[in-house]
């Protein structure tokens, strides 16, 4: 049963785990709020994490042909502006989506209780609604891309599908999360080749891998009312070993993507060193993530869960490096 804490939270219309100076309490009317927040609009968190490995093969695929006169080796901006749209658009539909089906248990944890659905702010009938709506918007973004990563793009929505139900049958639903937070790295490289190659399918096992690895220690927030309603993670599995799960799942993540990196060609094609300078500052992120966790400390895990923005900046920002480091040297890469 919700108490005084969670009562007062939701009579403000506000959730229990979102940030109260976000702009969707400051700029949308109280009407519009619980749609915003079925959508996780007023945690941005979730669809910058689902765009990076968008943006990352985006930037990696013309490095393969940088060395051509009609290539410059950085990306397409309408393709990183569409995919900051889908990725928006698809992770609202996705959360909307998966509230549906954890209705019941968002009820029974105290972080989740005060959630649309599960608060009675919208009816089950509004959020599919807008599950549609949303999904209709990725469609849109879908269809501006080739017919080969339109494919492979509706492709992942069985990955998508199954995702809410993993927590219920398996210890590894953070490895369903990672598998459907990932595909974004076989899009990039197809929206631009038309085709997949080893180097985008080397960048989806790491974007895996490192997912797997930030949502275990989102997950350690509510590891205590997971196991009072039998809900199963890979925070629950791993427990007290998390450091040394994150030392295997990160360290994984970092080899596949230097290797996607040498899998784009070395030498006359395929990023220049910047790129490898931003995989180098990545693994010192990666570092401190690990030797700062503090799995009873919820707000400390937040804060490190939220801190992998940065970590996708930082190997974004490598890749662009190597692109105008290629663009301006273009015979010392």
Known sequence: MPNHKDKAVMENGRVADAPSENFVYRILPPALRPYAQLARWDRPIGWQLLMWPCWWSAA?????AAQSAVHTGLPSFWHLALFVIGAIAMRGAGCTYNDLVDQNIDNQVARTRS?????GRVSRRRAKLFLVLQALVGFAVLIQFP???????IASLAVVAIYPFLKRFTDWPQLGLGLAFSWGALMGWASYWGA?????????IGAVVWTVGYDTIYAHQDREDDALVGVRSTARLFGSRTRAALIWLYGSALVCFFLAYLATGIGTTGPAWPAYAGLAIGAGQMIWQISSLDIDNPDECLKLFRSNNLFGWILFLGLIASALWMLSFPYSS
């Open 60 to 64: 990696l695929a013309p490095q393969a």
């Open 115 to 119: 959630r649309p659905l599960p608060s």
């Open 147 to 153: 017919p080969y990563a339109m494919v492979l793009g």
């Open 196 to 204: 997949l190659d080893l180097a985008p399918v080397l960048l989806y």
